[in-house]
């Protein structure tokens, strides 16, 4: 039993459209990991399936975007909106653990994540991948989609792979471990702002 009830269904809607995307996000904080994603990017889309499973948060999401130029706009701005998701069905964050960190293996690769919502931005990645992409999805595109998600949501999150070899399995294993970290962060423990400052 917690000692705070949100005032307000944990949801959000975004939209958000430029030259290079056109993005429509949904989603419930307060899900089971249901979830319908489309983002032109085969392999982005089997992370973020992997992603709201875990968190068990509820996400639909459709990007229609300029692939035939490069998967970079379509991940960036998957990320960005995404962020903006999170932080809008946030609100206030009254009641919310704040932090949440966790270990995630996968068979011979071992990730970690420790983030904080606290309301600033930063992102330090540490993984190294031996493959330049993964089914069209470059790579180079983890840590950068995780770098405009934090800046989106102006949270602190700090990934890295451990251990491992098998590039699928250390991508995987730092979705699955921001997953869990988050889940744990958005919970509601208590009342109040998880701050002394009083605001988040």
Known sequence: MTSFSPERPRTAHVERATSETDITLDLNLDGTGIHEIDTGVAFLDHMLSNFSR???IDLTLSCKGDIEVDDHHSA??????????????????????????????????????ALDLGGRSYCAFRAEFSRPSVNGFATEM???????????LQANIHLAVL??????HKIEALFKAFAYALRQAVSITGSGIASTKGVM
């Open 76 to 113: 960036e701005d998957t990320a960005i909106v995404l962020g903006d998701g999170l932080k809008q069905a946030l609100g206030s964050k009254e009641g919310i653990e704040r932090y949440g960190w966790s270990l995630i293996p996968m068979d011979e690769t071992l990730a970690r994540c």
């Open 163 to 168: 251990d491992g070899t098998n590039t699928h």
């Open 142 to 152: 983890v840590e950068h989609f995780f770098l405009s998600l934090a800046h989106s």
């Open 54 to 56: 875990h968190a068990r």
